[in-house]
T-cell receptor, first 115, second 110 residues
């Protein structure tokens, strides 16, 4: 397996524009996580899915953020409208979810810059 | 609130020495702690997991300890090499979520 695949790797957009980040989890993994990483706040969990169903979105900062998982092999994180403070690296991760001992596999991340 | 803290932002050591990183948690007792390595421009990569009923776990030159009395986990890199230079993150497992500390950046000098 190629691991967790995220696209694009880099995204530069103007304030107010819609941004869509994409993720393909590892086949067979039933948990998918979206994280955001900044220097100030570190790695923060935004939302996670189990079997394509959102379980906990308490980390989503505002209504401008939304995430979907239409099937087991694809998820999106959308920001609309984007703001400069959304600039960060966004990671997608997946896991087998066999109890709390399961390790997470991370993608390479999408570096988002909102100007 | 439940917190997990890595109390050293950076650690510089000489090649061959042992690096020791600290992860502290407050207000709860996590059942599991995980350690990850992150290189610049890449996502975190899992290294080790330790359960609360385990005192120590080893993997090659890596060793993790878990002290529930001190509410602390220590991560050791023995016989360190320049290739070990990276940021190391600890994370607590809560249900199926991982909550991460801020990380400690280790630089190993040749």
């Amino acid at each position: 397996d190629a691991g967790v695949i995220q696209s694009p790797r880099h995204e530069v957009t103007e304030m107010g524009q819609e941004v869509t980040l994409r993720c393909k989890p590892i086949s067979g993994h039933d948990y998918l996580f979206w994280y955001r990483q900044t220097m100030m706040r570190g790695l923060e969990l935004l939302i996670y899915f189990n079997n394509n169903v959102p379980i906990d979105d308490s980390g989503m900062p505002e209504d401008r953020f939304s995430a979907k998982m239409p099937n087991a092999s694809f998820s999106t994180l959308k920001i609309q409208p984007s703001e400069p403070r959304d600039s960060a690296v966004y990671f997608c991760a997946s896991s087998l979810g066999r109890g709390r001992s399961t390790e997470a596999f991370f993608g390479q991340g999408t570096r988002l810059t909102v100007v | 609130s439940q917190k997990i803290e890595q109390n050293s932002e950076a650690l510089n050591i000489q090649e061959g020495k042992t690096a020791t990183l600290t992860c502290n948690y407050t207000n709860y007792s996590p059942a599991y702690l995980q350690w990850y390595r992150q290189d610049p421009g890449r996502g975190p990569v899992f290294l080790l997991l330790i359960r609360e009923n385990e005192k120590e776990k080893r993997k090659e030159r890596l060793k993790v300890t878990f002290d529930t009395t001190l509410k602390q986990s220590l991560f050791h890199i023995t016989a360190s090499q320049p290739a070990d230079s990276a940021t190391y993150l600890c994370a607590r497992s809560n249900d199926y979520k991982l909550s991460f500390g801020a990380g400690t950046t280790v630089t190993v000098r040749a």
